[in-house]
């Protein structure tokens, strides 16, 4: 069977309780069509990145799922029918990860990302900021000393 990711948001306003309990309904749904969770991760109430429905935040859940398609669409219909959910996302993939999502993991658990060994200022890495009582900048080496006369 095909593995898939699968991410929801509920409404903000209900309480962790009530989303487990919605998480276990698509759960049962998955269950019910042959398929099955590999993990289920509750990743809390989030910011949204914008307003969808009058809602600011809402509660995330991963699922890892190995379902056949059929199994999707009827959860996929489900969550249309469901006031509760406020988006939903599914992907499919070659392999489900194991261990925690990078959501759940620790900053220092994930290693360096994007920086390197450049300090923190990409790739254009000159140095912290200059103020104005530091004085006159050096000459670079291509530039003539006397103003550009020859």
Not at 96 to 123: I, M
């Amino acid at each position: 069977m095909p593995f898939y990711e699968y991410v929801f948001i509920a409404r903000q306003d209900l309480s962790p309780a009530q989303v487990d309990t919605l998480a276990d309904t698509f759960t049962a749904i998955v269950t019910e069509k042959g398929g099955a969770v590999k993990k289920r991760e509750s990743w809390g109430l989030r910011n949204l990145s914008f307003r969808i429905r009058k809602n600011r935040k809402g509660h995330y859940v991963l699922f890892n799922l190995d379902a056949p398609p059929a199994a999707i669409v009827e959860m996929e219909r489900n969550m249309r029918l469901n006031e509760d959910v406020i988006r939903f996302l599914t992907v499919r993939v070659e392999t489900l990860e194991e261990g925690p999502s990078a959501v759940l993991q620790k900053r220092d658990d994930r290693g360096e990302r994007g920086f390197g060994d450049r300090g923190g200022f990409g790739d254009r890495d000159r140095g912290p900021p200059r103020r104005r009582d530091d004085g006159p900048r050096e000459p670079r080496g291509d530039a003539p000393m006397d103003g550009g006369q020859a």
